[in-house]
């Protein structure tokens, strides 16, 4: 199918790559609870915050960006944490009341 | 990640194949697995498990926490058989989130017009499927009820190892193609794998009610099989 073909994050990535772009993968490596994607699931970021897929329902995807942006930059990838127990989450928690953990890494 | 492997990642899933994308989470060091590869001790065994039950996930082996992102290939439809349940199986499996193809050698009934949008192919079936071959992430829906256009892709589908196989048809002429299938060399237990009269019992009478049939059909034999864990 070709919508899903353009929206698979991989494929992007290897796109984005293949302009010449900086890209950053996040995936959730982990969820508890109520969590709106499951485990594997892609966001592919590039250096200027342009992004596709998701790791949530909309909640987290603006902090995950924003570490993308650093792990593009130092090339050290982070394991990021979010949930309704956690500091952050009166921030960027998540609604549906879940924890996710997102594996952020550079491409390259 | 590597770039080459997101290269790898990416054609091993154009080509339908089942790989895992292994992540070292301590150094972040990965790989691409396909099924089938050898990989030693409790680290091997967990991969094997995950290419089972198709589930992604951490996993603790050699002191070591790695993450396994398992790809298995989306699920198809296949439809032999350009004919009315044909349009609207197509639509609903589509928003269902498969990918459909549709064969029919019959050009009248595999036109653009009637299936607009659909990958189509007017084509015998054991041409069409020569490029692509049916696979263990595949359905055969056999909706023709012509022998000469059915029979041959519904052995393939045996053969293939189709996670749903379904043959429209009458009881009356499913007797007479199991008996066509025995001829071909298929044991009775493989036989008894086709779903005849097709799809799940709900009364459907239309040809869009019999598509909804098929459908749900098609699903269940899809999740259930991977709450089974059975092999690909």
Same mark, same amino acid.
């Given at each position: 199918?070709?919508?899903?073909?353009?929206?698979?994050?991989? /494929?992007?990535?290897?796109? =984005?790559?293949?302009?010449?772009?900086?890209?950053?993968?996040?995936?959730?490596?982990? /969820? =508890?609870?109520?969590?709106?994607?499951?485990?594997?699931?892609?966001?592919?970021?590039?250096?200027?915050?342009?992004?596709?897929?998701?790791?949530?329902?909309?909640?987290?995807?603006?902090?995950?960006?924003?570490?993308?942006?650093?792990?593009? /930059?130092?090339?050290?990838?982070?394991?990021?944490?979010?949930?309704?127990?956690?500091? /952050?989450? =009166?921030?960027?928690?998540?609604?549906?009341?879940?924890?996710?953990?997102?594996?952020?890494?550079?491409?390259? | 990640?590597?770039?080459?492997?997101?290269?790898?990642? $990416?054609?091993?899933?154009?080509?339908?194949?089942?790989?895992?994308?292994?992540? !070292?989470?301590?150094?972040?060091?990965?790989?691409?697995?396909?099924?089938?590869?050898?990989?030693?001790?409790?680290?091997?065994?967990?991969?094997? #498990?995950?290419?089972?039950?198709?589930?992604?996930?951490?996993?603790?082996?050699? %002191?070591? @926490?790695?993450?396994? $992102?398992?790809?298995?290939?989306?699920?198809?439809?296949?439809?032999?058989?350009?004919?009315?349940?044909? @349009?609207?199986?197509?639509?609903? +499996?589509?928003?269902?989130?498969?990918?459909?193809?549709?064969?029919?050698?019959?050009? #009248?009934?595999?036109?653009?017009?009637?299936?607009?949008?659909?990958?189509?192919? +007017? !084509?015998?079936?054991? !041409? +069409?499927?020569?490029?692509?071959?049916?696979?263990?992430?595949?359905?055969?829906? %056999?909706?023709?009820?012509?022998?000469?256009?059915?029979?041959?892709?519904?052995? @393939? %589908?045996?053969?293939?190892?189709?996670?749903?196989?379904?043959?429209?048809?009458?009881?009356?002429?499913?007797?007479?193609?199991?008996?066509?299938?025995?001829?071909?060399?298929?044991?009775?237990?493989?036989?008894?794998?086709? &779903?005849?009269?097709?799809?799940?019992?709900?009364?459907?009478? &239309?040809?869009?009610?019999? #598509?909804? #049939?098929?459908?749900?059909?098609?699903?269940?034999?899809? *999740?259930?099989?991977?709450? *089974?864990?059975?092999?690909?």
């Amino acid at each position: 199918m070709d919508a899903n073909e353009t929206l698979d994050p991989l /494929t992007i990535a290897e796109r =984005w790559m293949d302009d010449g772009r900086m890209v950053a993968l996040a995936t959730v490596v982990e /969820t =508890w609870g109520s969590a709106p994607r499951p485990v594997g699931s892609h966001l592919v970021i590039d250096g200027e915050g342009n992004f596709h897929g998701s790791v949530s329902g909309g909640c987290v995807e603006g902090a995950v960006i924003g570490e993308a942006m650093e792990v593009i /930059t130092d090339g050290e990838p982070r394991m990021l944490e979010f949930g309704v127990a956690d500091e /952050t989450a =009166w921030r960027v928690g998540l609604s549906c009341g879940g924890r996710i953990r997102v594996y952020v890494e550079r491409v390259g | 990640m590597d770039p080459f492997l997101l290269r790898k990642l $990416n054609t091993e899933r154009a080509a339908r194949h089942a790989v895992i994308h292994l992540t !070292d989470l301590g150094d972040g060091r990965d790989r691409v697995i396909r099924e089938g590869d050898p990989v030693a001790g409790p680290l091997g065994e967990a991969i094997a #498990a995950a290419f089972r039950s198709g589930k992604s996930g951490l996993v603790e082996a050699e %002191a070591r @926490q790695f993450f396994l $992102n398992v790809h298995l290939p989306p699920a198809r439809i296949v439809i032999i058989g350009a004919v009315h349940i044909s @349009q609207a199986l197509a639509k609903m +499996a589509e928003i269902a989130g498969f990918d459909v193809t549709i064969i029919d050698p019959r050009t #009248a009934f595999a036109t653009e017009e009637r299936f607009a949008g659909i990958d189509l192919v +007017a !084509d015998w079936p054991e !041409d +069409a499927l020569k490029t692509r071959p049916l696979d263990a992430y595949t359905a055969l829906v %056999a909706v023709t009820h012509d022998p000469k256009i059915d029979d041959v892709p519904l052995s @393939q %589908a045996l053969t293939a190892g189709c996670f749903y196989v379904g043959a429209l048809g009458s009881r009356k002429t499913h007797a007479k193609r199991v008996e066509r299938l025995t001829a071909l060399g298929h044991s009775e237990a493989d036989i008894a794998k086709i &779903s005849a009269p097709i799809g799940l019992d709900i009364g459907a009478a &239309s040809p869009a009610e019999i #598509a909804v #049939a098929i459908l749900a059909d098609t699903v269940a034999h899809l *999740r259930r099989r991977s709450l *089974r864990g059975a092999a690909p």
